[in-house]
């Protein structure tokens, strides 16, 4: 469902919100990349560090959802802008804070439980900053072009994380072991800290939804959101949960966990695990407009569709290229596991948030997105680790992406197009 309002919004402010999502996504994938550095910090090494890291990003996503809900009923009944302010101001805060805390060496098992903590606030932050970015850059964009605008918000996510990742490989490369685990963990996290801050200032000027404004002026502004959501608009959210939910493994899978994988099955080192995601991300930030504005002209359902496809056919075969550890086939693996992710991403928010019309809209990515984001993404690096452990076979985190991938293929099937008639086919 869409809104017929022309675009009042400045390139300025569409700007900003774009590139909001390069520090939510530095800030918050950092964790993962620095996962083993982490596990030897704040829970001492060992055989069951690392699950219990990953254990800590899975249980701190469980707060995605209850944050999207809470700042998405701030979005919907009082703006767009007050909202984003109000997510960047907690983020900004407990990244600051994860920089400057004591490690297990100096206070014991509490820094593991601190760190945890602090994972959860980000989280709950998180949760309201991507859904409400994307409805802003929705709202704010040209009909014609909602697909492309609306994609720069995951173009700018793969930035923060293709910054993540590359900070954190030439900390890695630049220090030794032991200064890495005694203080050079904490530059990627201070380096956060200040960009969240730049972000948070720099939102202070952006301008207010015009769809937002829309309801003001008809006094069409939502008292309750997410009832109304709730009663109203069940089918969409089923949509929603689906579309989210390929989105989401295909990312935290396909590349968020990818460097863990490539040394956890000891076919690469930190470093060079980490350089690979690095290219991977590259082809995201390359693919990821590029799919957006291919769904403004032939429409969100046949690019949902076939990358759904795509997820059957090629993640189990990717995986099997990337556990070689032979440079080419773990360059080629990733890199197609980017290029179906990237593509996923771009459509994918545009989609899920057409499902919706301007007045809850925040309310339905909470419940439908958001909530497919906490389980096929906060949980699914968790259990690829847990499962590969357990089993001793590397291929399972494909295998999951194509169980999903074979489930949510017919909600895409019967899907109603949501871009714009005139868009499909025009010059």
Same mark, same amino acid.
């Given at each position: 469902?869409t809104? @017929? ?8 402010s569409?700007?900003?919100?774009a590139?909001?999502?390069?520090v ?7 964790y993962?990349y620095?996962a ?6 704040f ?5 069951t560090a %690392? !699950? ?8 701190s996503?469980l707060?995605r ?13 009082f ?5 984003? %302010?109000?997510s ?17 060496a100096?206070?014991?098992?509490? +820094?593991?439980?601190?760190l945890?903590a ?5 989280a709950f932050s998180v949760g309201?900053?991507?859904s409400g ?9 040209h ?5 492309l605008?609306t994609?720069f918000?995951s *173009?700018?996510?793969?930035v ?12 890695v490369?630049l ?9 050079g963990w ?5 380096v956060g ?5 730049v ?7 952006m301008?207010e939804s015009?769809?937002f ?6 006094g069409t ?10 009663l ?7 949509r929603?949960f689906?579309?989210?939910?390929l989105?989401?493994?295909?990312y ?20 060079d695990?980490?350089?690979?995601s690095?290219v991977?991300?590259?082809v995201v930030i390359?693919v990821t407009?590029?799919?957006g504005?291919l769904?403004?002209?032939v429409g969100?359902?046949p690019? %949902?569709?076939?990358?759904?496809v795509?997820g059957? +056919?090629?993640?189990i075969?990717?995986f099997? !290229?990337?556990?070689?550890?032979? *440079?080419?086939?773990?360059m080629?693996?990733? @890199? !197609?596991?980017?290029?179906? @992710? ?6 994918? +928010? ?6 919706f ?9 909470a419940?439908g997105?958001?909530?497919a984001?906490a ?7 968790? %259990? ?12 399972l ?8 991938? !074979?489930v949510?293929?017919?909600v ?12 499909r086919?025009a010059?």
């Amino acid at each position: 469902m869409t809104d @017929a309002s022309p675009p009042v919004v400045s390139r300025g402010s569409l700007s900003v919100a774009a590139f909001s999502t390069v520090v939510e996504w530095f800030d918050f994938t950092l964790y993962l990349y620095f996962a083993t550095v982490l596990a030897r910090v704040f829970f001492g090494g060992g055989e069951t560090a %690392l !699950l219990v890291t990953l254990a800590g990003f899975a249980v701190s996503y469980l707060m995605r959802p209850l944050g999207a809900v809470v700042f998405g009923h701030i979005g919907d009944r009082f703006g767009r802008r007050r909202m984003l %302010l109000m997510s960047m101001a907690v983020m900004t805060v407990a990244m600051l804070l994860i920089a400057l805390l004591p490690t297990a060496a100096q206070i014991g098992p509490a +820094a593991g439980w601190m760190l945890l903590a602090l994972r959860c606030v980000m989280a709950f932050s998180v949760g309201g900053e991507y859904s409400g970015v994307t409805a802003y850059l929705l709202e704010g964009a040209h009909p014609d072009r909602r697909g492309l605008t609306t994609s720069f918000a995951s *173009a700018a996510s793969e930035v923060g994380a293709l910054l993540a990742v590359g900070v954190s490989a030439v900390t890695v490369s630049l220090l030794s072991p032991a200064d890495l685990d005694a203080w050079g963990w904490r530059i990627p996290f201070l380096v956060g800290a200040g960009l969240a801050g730049v972000v948070l200032i720099s939102r202070s000027a952006m301008q207010e939804s015009p769809e937002f404004e829309r309801q003001q002026t008809r006094g069409t502004v939502p008292r309750n959101p997410l009832w109304e959501t709730l009663l109203h608009c069940r089918p969409a959210l089923l949509r929603t949960f689906a579309i989210s939910a390929l989105a989401s493994i295909l990312y935290y899978v396909g590349i968020i966990y990818v460097p863990t994988f490539l040394t956890s099955v000891g076919t690469l080192s930190e470093r060079d695990a980490l350089w690979f995601s690095t290219v991977a991300a590259l082809v995201v930030i390359l693919v990821t407009p590029l799919v957006g504005a291919l769904s403004d002209r032939v429409g969100r359902k046949p690019v %949902l569709t076939t990358l759904a496809v795509g997820g059957l +056919a090629l993640p189990i075969a990717l995986f099997a !290229l990337m556990q070689t550890g032979a *440079a080419i086939p773990t360059m080629l693996g990733a @890199a !197609l596991m980017a290029y179906l @992710a990237g593509g996923a991403s771009a459509v994918g +928010a545009v989609s899920a948030a057409e499902q919706f019309p301007g007045e809850g809209r925040l309310s339905g990515l909470a419940l439908g997105a958001t909530v497919a984001t906490a389980v096929f993404g906060g949980l699914t690096p968790y %259990l690829s680790q847990l499962l590969i452990e357990r089993t001793g076979w590397a291929l399972l985190p494909g295998v999951m992406i194509t169980a999903v991938a !074979l489930v949510v293929l017919p909600v895409f099937l019967r899907m109603a197009e949501t871009a714009p008639v005139r868009t499909r086919g025009a010059p």
